[in-house]
């Protein structure tokens, strides 16, 4: 019985270890993503170096029924404010186009247009499922080479990490308004920790592949 008991308590012991081991590996890497990334991110559209495109990423419209994700208006208000002071001379929108009654794409280039961009000059990826796919996609199908990503700053943080890994350096983001210390901001960041393992992994380990790839899209410029 006290071999049991001995053996129990080894077995705590370690598997209490490797918890601490792993969520400090999780932390440390969050730290890395972020420390890497920060001089590729603006907050002032007066100080955003100009660039042919911007790459709008893509998040539900709304949380609930009728209730506004605050993200997504953010990142359409970031978008249309650096077309206006002329910082970009296109945008692609990327995102889930998973059924007709959910197409992130298509809602955010009505609402750009709403907003005054004109719609010649938006292009759409319909095959952004993940931030990964989206920027594979943006250089293999739309050729942007140098651009501006724009999403909250969690969110670009692992984004411009995931640029670099795949060698495209000449990326830089742009930081659309937060909702820091609501739940839904909180949710977000915790999210985020796992999301940034899995983008490691994915660009380290596994070398994962957009779901879908396909023929050159055509981008056009404002002149």
């Not at 601490?20 to 590729?40: S, V």
């Amino acid at each position: 019985m006290m071999r049991v008991l001995h053996f129990l308590l080894q077995l705590i012991k370690w598997m209490f270890f490797f918890i601490l081991l792993g969520l400090l590996a999780i932390y440390l890497l969050d730290r890395y993503i972020d420390y890497t990334t920060q001089e590729k991110i603006y907050t002032e559209v007066k100080k955003v170096p100009h660039r042919k495109a911007a790459l709008l990423l893509g998040t539900a419209k709304y949380i609930a029924k009728g209730k506004k994700n605050y993200f997504y208006v953010y990142r359409i208000r970031a978008a249309v404010a650096l077309w206006k002071a002329g910082k970009v001379d296109a945008i692609l929108v990327s995102g889930d186009n998973r059924s007709k009654y959910y197409n992130e794409p298509r809602r955010m280039k009505n609402d750009l247009m709403k907003a005054g961009v004109p719609e010649k000059y938006i292009a759409s990826d319909y095959a952004g499922l993940r931030t990964l796919d989206s920027i594979v996609r943006a250089e293999a199908l739309f050729d942007l080479k140098e651009y501006i990503i724009i999403s909250q700053k969690f969110h670009l943080e692992r984004a411009l990490f995931l640029t670099q890994a795949k060698g495209q350096e000449n990326v830089i983001g742009f930081a659309a308004k937060d909702i820091p210390g609501t739940k839904a901001a909180r949710k977000m960041r915790f999210r985020e920790y796992l999301a940034r393992v899995k983008a490691f992994l994915d660009v380290t380990i596994l070398n994962t592949q957009p779901k879908f790839l396909g023929k050159k899209e055509k981008v056009n410029y404002r002149k």
